[in-house]
């Protein structure tokens, strides 16, 4: 890696997951700050990794529709 690349990529990994955050706060999608506070980075080889819980993707992507009012027959977790 080359030298200071890891300092620069903890640079960036804090800057992405306070973006993340604040975005959250500023949409009014944190209430508990579970999912707020469950965004973490990780520096890997040449990379960042940006670990969090699944309602992250939930509030940002939506849920998919429901087969009929009440949840339908599928299971409760089947959204993605």
């Known amino acids: 890696m080359v030298k200071g690349a890891d300092k620069l990529l903890n640079k960036y ?3 992405m997951v306070l973006a993340l955050r604040n975005k959250l706060a ?6 508990t700050r579970r999912t707020s506070n469950s965004i973490k980075y990780e ?3 040449s ?6 819980l699944e309602s992250l993707e939930a509030i940002s ?3 998919n529709p429901r ?7 599928g299971d409760v977790n089947s959204f993605s």
Do not use: P, Q
Not at 26 to 31: F, P, R, T, W
Not at 47 to 52: N, S
């Open 13 to 15: 990994g804090n800057i």
């Open 43 to 45: 520096v890997v080889g």
């Open 61 to 63: 992507n939506g849920l």
């Open 26 to 31: 500023n949409d009014g999608n944190d209430a």
């Open 67 to 73: 087969s009929s009012v009440g949840g339908g027959s």
């Open 47 to 52: 990379g960042i990794e940006i670990d969090y």
